[in-house]
């Protein structure tokens, strides 16, 4: 079994469980998975794992020179 948040149009996100991923777009192919909220059918996968997300857009790492403004700081490519 594998978990899916699920989003509708209306923009509700809820987990469903499906059997595998094929069986999420059988059933959203089919108008099977109705929103708990709406009852909306038109289900579509919800962005998920924000922590992912978060961790990708990290920014790179403070630069550590004491009084460094930033700002044109040349650490990325080394102090
Ligand atoms: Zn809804």
């Known amino acids: 079994m594998i978990r899916y948040s699920v989003q509708c ?3 509700h996100v809820f987990d469903e ?3 595998n991923s094929a069986d999420y777009d059988v059933k959203a ?3 099977e998975i109705a ?4 009852g909306d059918h038109q ?12 961790s990708a ?3 790179a790492a403070a630069c550590p020179v004491s009084g460094c403004a930033g700002g ?3 650490f990325s490519g080394g102090h």
């Open 57 to 59: 857009a990290a920014p």
């Open 35 to 38: 929103c708990p909220d709406c």
């Open 72 to 74: 044109g700081c040349p």
């Open 29 to 31: 192919a089919a108008g």
């Open 43 to 54: 289900i579509s996968k919800a962005i998920m794992a924000p922590s992912v997300a978060k």
């Open 9 to 11: 149009s209306q923009g």
């Open 17 to 19: 469980w499906f059997s």
